[in-house]
């Protein structure tokens, strides 16, 4: 069975300064994607970034980017030059690389950004 | 369209009751997925559908928890005699079926309570 795993319950982060969100996951599959969501308090669940397992280049979105190491099975979020609109739980999740498939969670990183 | 829609956003029910919920999805999209989040955990997945056909059920959805997408719109997610650990958030995600990628959109949420 597929397992995400999330070690920091929570963070912070000055304004402006940079954070990393670390995730290990553990599956025997070799197709699959891995993901990153952001839901805000009281707001719905949207998705910040993710990666295909078969591409070694490390996704990017903006002040968001991966260090994916897939030997290692870890896969951290980086958000350079935080913003208050950036505090949120973070969850990172895995999912199937065929067309089906639900998302596993971790227990989520509580990220919180100081003015 | 503006994303998923949830209804209700809130519901405080008594242990022993039936409570009902709905999901609008994404109007093109196909796939739609029920997730349960509880205090300090990531979601959990429930159940999904395509168009009207549930094609997967979770370990996590008792008998008592029946799910329904009749015209491959809108769900249903019903939950008879309640129990306090029915208590959680209850999340509704859809997507499309094309290609290998398919990005879940996440509702706001139902959020129950049970005395």
């Known amino acids: 069975a597929q397992t995400v795993t999330q070690s920091q319950p929570e963070m912070s982060v000055q304004e402006a300064e940079t954070v990393t969100l670390s995730c290990t996951y553990d599956t025997s599959e070799s197709d699959y994607y891995l993901f990153w969501y952001k839901q805000p308090p009281s707001r719905q669940m949207i998705l910040v970034i993710r990666q295909e397992a078969y591409k070694q280049q490390n996704a990017t979105e903006n002040r968001f980017s991966v260090n994916f190491q897939k030997a290692a099975k870890s896969f951290s979020l980086k958000i350079s030059d935080s913003q208050l609109g950036d505090a949120a739980m973070y969850f990172c999740?895995?999912?199937?690389?065929?067309?089906?498939?639900?998302?596993?969670f971790g227990k989520g990183t509580k990220l919180s950004v100081k003015p | 369209d503006t994303g998923v829609s949830q209804n209700p956003r809130h519901k405080i029910t008594k242990r022993g009751q039936n409570v009902t919920f709905r999901c609008d999805p994404i109007s093109e999209h196909n796939r739609l997925y029920w997730y349960r989040q509880t205090l300090g955990q990531g979601p959990e997945f429930l159940t999904y559908?395509?168009?009207?056909?549930?094609?997967?059920k979770s370990r996590l959805l008792s008998d008592r928890f029946s799910a329904e997408r009749p015209k491959g719109s809108f769900s249903t997610l019903e939950i008879q005699r309640t129990e306090q650990g029915d208590s959680a958030m209850y999340l509704c995600?859809?997507?499309?079926?094309?290609?290998?990628?398919?990005?879940?959109?996440f509702g706001p949420g139902t959020r129950l309570t049970v005395l």
């Open positions: 995600a859809s997507s499309l079926t094309q290609g290998n990628y398919n990005e879940q959109f």
């Open positions: 999740a895995w999912r199937y690389g065929g067309s089906q498939g639900n998302l596993i």
């Open positions: 559908f395509q168009n009207e056909a549930q094609l997967e």
